[in-house]
């Protein structure tokens, strides 16, 4: 165990993936819960130097009026998660990081996610500049005044709208130039600003976040690491073990089905057909990286009100065997969206500072096992 304090800041820190991981790590201080479903407390990572739970101190950006507590609470009325002594045993540490949260930026951000925003500050932004310093400013703050040796940024907002690079984003000078003018998507802003603190960027959601070779260029520039994109918590995660298996058995994938409901508030804004595509982009690619060739894939991702937190995935794959016989395989996935993503999450916090501390720089590839989309690598 380190003596460290050790800061995360949460990008849509109050939504259900950063409640969750939030209240994880206030549950594993405080022995109110074991360390099932976190990757890093694995045998495998006896005698690394990770940070432990009681190291942590929390913060975000948020563009609602909402707290960790509130949203705890919703969950476990709406989609009957956490134990009521749980909860009860960490509203204190739970009211203190809600004190860190501070007003996000709705530039770049798009329509559909400006509607969730009920903050007055959040449009204070009219440039990427702008937002850049007001983010860096938080960040600064946030580490002096909680002490904290090191800070790692995680992108766990709702997803925006795909954005297009052009030649500005190809390498930091151009970037800089414009910055002036609104170059990049509010996920980009988070990533700058992180970056250019020198601080760890994960990218948990399918947004460009750092994904481009001008943000690439700023952390090598100041020595730090980024990870991403879109953590893999459920279908696609399923995917990416069962397609082996039919690459490794010689069978021949014919069709892919996956139809995804869910009812939380991501779920409101994929049901913007422009943000969705972002997602169904990253979880459609899956299965040809795995296999080698492009079967006939379909992803479809709807917004089941009833469902909550609640996400249910029903996937069919059609293919063909020995003597050109064709079979199926249906498989049905139902699981707590949230629960899935706020483990991983704390894993990539813990490897990013980490590997923070190693003097690794840029791209963590090795990190890409809990991606869709994962950066500087195809599978």
Same mark, same amino acid.
């Given at each position: ?10 990008i ?23 360390t ?6 694995l ?10 739970? $009681? ?6 950006? !948020? ?48 329509p559909?996610? $400006? ?8 449009n ?19 580490? !002096? ?14 997803? !925006?709208?795909?954005? !297009? ?24 802003l988070? $990533? ?13 959601? %399918? ?43 010689n ?22 057909p ?48 020995f ?19 706020? %483990? ?9 500072l ?19 989309? %994962? ?5």
């Amino acid at each position: 165990m380190s003596n460290r304090r050790v800061g995360l800041w949460l990008i849509g820190a109050c939504g259900g993936v950063g409640t969750t991981a939030t209240l994880g790590l206030a549950a594993l201080s405080r022995g109110l819960t074991d360390t099932t479903s976190l990757v890093t407390a694995l045998p495998l990572f006896n005698g690394i130097d990770l940070d432990g739970p $009681a190291d942590f101190v929390v913060g975000g950006h !948020e563009i609602r009026q909402a707290g960790f507590r509130a949203t705890a609470a919703e969950l476990h009325q709406r989609s009957n998660v956490f134990d009521e002594n749980l909860l009860a045993g960490c509203q204190e540490p739970l009211a203190a990081w809600e004190a860190n949260v501070r007003t996000g930026t709705l530039l770049g951000a798009g329509p559909t996610i $400006a509607k969730l925003a009920d903050r007055p500050d959040a449009n204070k932004a009219k440039t990427a500049r702008q937002a850049i310093e007001q983010i860096k400013a938080d960040l600064v703050a946030f580490k !002096e005044t909680n002490k904290l040796s090191q800070v790692v940024v995680a992108n766990v907002s709702s997803t !925006e709208p795909p954005f !297009e690079t052009s030649e500005v984003h190809q390498s930091l000078a151009k970037l800089n130039a414009a910055l002036d003018g609104s170059p990049l998507p509010a996920s980009s802003l988070y $990533a700058y600003a992180t970056l250019d603190l020198g601080l760890p960027f994960v990218n948990f959601t %399918p947004s460009l976040g750092a994904t481009c070779p001008a943000l690439e260029e700023l952390a090598v520039l100041r020595h730090t690491t980024v990870c991403g994109k879109d953590g893999k918590t459920g279908e696609t995660l399923m995917k990416t073990v069962l397609a082996p298996m039919f690459a490794h058995r010689n069978w021949r994938i014919l069709s892919w089905v996956g139809h995804n409901i869910f009812g939380n508030r991501d779920g409101i804004v994929l049901d913007d057909p422009i943000n969705k595509s972002s997602k169904i982009k990253t979880k459609d690619q899956v299965i040809s990286g795995v296999v080698g060739y492009k079967p006939q894939t379909l992803v479809s991702i709807e917004y089941i009100e009833s469902l909550d937190d609640w996400k249910t995935a029903w996937n069919h794959i059609h293919f063909k065997g020995f003597l050109g016989t064709k079979m199926i395989m249906q498989v049905i996935w139902q699981g707590c969206d949230s629960l899935l993503a706020g %483990p991983l999450v704390l894993d990539l916090a813990r490897l990013s500072l980490f590997a923070q501390r190693r003097g690794e720089v840029g791209v963590l590839k090795h990190l890409a096992c809990f991606f869709k989309n %994962p950066h500087g690598v195809t599978v």
